[in-house]
């Protein structure tokens, strides 16, 4: 069974490296016409003192030659607009849309064929990727890795085993809101309080006011995930700053932080705004949360102007 990786950054480089590894698969990668990796046609996995080189044999950058069965979709959501669009010829395949956010598979669903399966899932991995080179930089081992089922189509393969060759420990989830909003959490409050307070993954944690913030905002991301049927204990919160607090998190950003601080776009729309939109379907007061954005929003326009 062929498989096809879109969107080689960091998610997607680490995926290729450990479907390489495993040696079992025929692995297919699509990336930009201006990416280095069509050039360099490979990818570097970092991980404790450890380096390894992992050559890519086929890779393209036009969407018509994708052939893959299971086609994994690592892509930032936005580029989803322009992203999915381009698969709407595509039947019979399985789609796993590992993505920030909510909402990725609704959007991808309204362009693909009935007959496609499409698989969401999230991941606590912490991978980071310069955009001029092939070197992804794996930070934590723990690469826990949540899935549901979100359309069933014609086939669906057996993705248990594959998985389990990516991550440490994977879970199969009812529906795709308690595959979502657990990291949803994270996106929400750990973005939005490094970009205010311009802090890294550490000093969300040790540092009094984003520490304050990221409580706050998790609480009420929490009280949105309950009105949806998903429950979240509220320890999860301490669990990730303490997690954070680690001496390999100092110096290293939440990948919002980084596209931010690069003048690029974020994910403003699938991570924030959808969850606007469902705390409001739910009728849930989000106050902190909404403050925070914003603050947000007044950071991007005044970056917007600045380039005027």
């Known amino acids: 069974m062929k498989i096809t990786i879109i969107g080689v950054g960091a998610i997607g480089g680490y995926v290729f490296a450990k479907l390489s590894e495993a040696g079992e698969h025929d692995i297919q990668c699509v990336t930009s016409p201006t990416s280095a990796l069509l050039k360099q046609q490979s990818i570097q996995l970092s991980s ?3 380096s390894l080189t992992y050559p890519i044999k086929q890779i393209a950058s036009d969407y018509a030659q994708i052939d893959g069965d299971i086609i994994f979709i690592t892509t ?3 580029q989803n607009s322009t992203v999915f669009p381009r698969l709407s010829s595509l039947k019979n395949k399985t789609f796993i849309v590992i993505q920030n956010g909510i909402g990725n598979e609704q959007h991808l ?3 693909l064929h009935q007959s496609n399966t499409i698989i969401g899932a999230t991941t ?3 991978v980071t990727k310069k955009h001029t080179d092939n070197k992804v930089t794996l930070h934590n081992p723990l690469c826990q890795f949540n899935y549901a089922l979100f359309q069933q189509g014609a086939v669906t393969a057996e993705l ?3 998985f389990n060759q990516i991550f440490t420990s994977v879970t199969h989830t009812e529906d795709i809101y ?3 909003f657990p990291k949803l959490l994270v996106n929400l409050s750990c973005n939005l309080a490094s970009i205010l307070y311009d802090a890294c993954m550490q000093t969300l944690s040790t540092s009094k006011e984003p520490r ?3 409580e706050q905002i998790g609480k009420e991301v929490i009280q949105v995930a309950q009105a949806y049927q998903v429950d979240i204990a509220p320890s ?3 669990l990730l700053l303490n997690k954070l607090a680690e001496p390999g998190f100092k110096g290293v950003y939440f990948s919002m932080k980084e596209d931010f601080d690069a003048g690029r776009p974020l994910e403003t729309e699938t991570v924030f705004d959808n969850f606007i939109t469902l705390a409001d379907q739910a009728a849930i007061a989000t106050p902190v949360t909404r403050s925070a954005l914003n603050q947000l929003y007044i950071k991007l326009e005044e970056r917007q102007l600045s380039k005027v």
């Open 109 to 111: 669903a309204k362009y």
């Open 212 to 214: 304050h913030l990221i």
């Open 236 to 238: 999860r919160i301490d």
């Open 160 to 162: 248990g085993a594959l």
């Open 124 to 126: 606590n991995i912490k």
């Open 178 to 180: 308690q595959a979502r």
């Open 76 to 78: 930032k959501t936005t």
């Open 48 to 50: 404790d003192n450890q």
